[in-house]
T-cell receptor, first 115, second 110 residues
Framework: GAGVSQSPRYKVAKRGQDVALRCDPI?????LFWYQQALGQGPEFLTY????????KSGLPSDRFFAERPEGSVSTLKIQRTQQEDSAVYLC?????????????FGDGTRLSIL | GIQVEQSPPDLILQEGANSTLRCNFS?????LQWFHQNPWGQLINLFY???GTKQNGRLSATTVATERYSLLYISSSQTTDSGVYFC????????????FGKGTLLTVNP
């Protein structure tokens, strides 16, 4: 597709359930990022992939968060045993090349609500 | 880590007015982007501007990297310009992440 695609757009889950969020980056983009945006705040970095390699996961808030990109294209962010504080918009971004000084292109996000 | 400060935090304009949004950052950057987040939550690229000046229609941006700031100019504002404007910078390191400011909430009234 022309842009970064994320699904679902909205997800409601009960506390304690597991959720999986999908990101389809722009075709051919090497780098993929996940960000978390709390209400009224700017997005914050979660994790970074270069092709299939997860090179940095320092922003993941707990070991309940797990991300993968097994074939270097589609990525999934999984949250286990969800808590209310996990409620946020999760944004995926991709860039054409790895390395510094590359513009990042964002998807529309998945709005996650934990009841 | 790098600090990104945006001002003003809120701005209310009448349609047709001009405005300037500012982004200050605390260290040298490799990448700077301006985004518009519309009321539906979509984060739209406006400019990729680590240095220099760019223009796109009614919008223009200038980054003075040596003085660690960037400005976004909106001329002849329209109601559709409403939303939150974010500045984000990439300051180096091995993960190339963007660090965002807290944004400027712009409301353009008809």
């Amino acid at each position: 597709g022309a842009g970064v695609s994320q699904s679902p757009r909205y997800k409601v889950a009960k506390r304690g359930q597991d959720v999986a969020l999908r990101c389809d980056p722009i075709s051919g983009h090497v780098s993929l990022f996940w960000y978390q945006q709390a209400l009224g705040q700017g997005p914050e970095f979660l994790t970074y992939f270069q092709n299939e390699a997860q090179l940095d996961k320092s922003g993941l808030p707990s070991d309940r968060f797990f991300a993968e990109r097994p074939e270097g294209s589609v990525s999934t962010l999984k949250i286990q045993r969800t808590q209310q504080e996990d409620s946020a918009v999760y944004l995926c971004a991709s860039s054409l090349r790895w390395g510094s000084n590359q513009p990042q292109h964002f998807g529309d996000g998945t709005r996650l609500s934990i009841l | 880590g790098i600090q990104v400060e945006q001002s003003p935090p809120d701005l209310i304009l009448q349609e047709g007015a001009n405005s300037t949004l500012r982004c200050n950052f605390s260290d040298s950057v490799n990448n700077l982007q301006w985004f518009h987040q519309n009321p539906w939550g979509q984060l739209i690229n406006l400019f990729y501007i680590p240095s220099g000046t760019k223009q796109n229609g009614r919008l223009s941006a200038t980054t003075v990297a040596t003085e660690r700031y960037s400005l976004l100019y909106i001329s002849s504002s329209q109601t559709t310009d409403s939303g939150v404007y974010f500045c984000a910078v990439e300051s180096g390191g091995s993960n190339y992440k963007l660090t965002f400011g807290k944004g400027t909430l712009l409301t353009v009234n008809p």
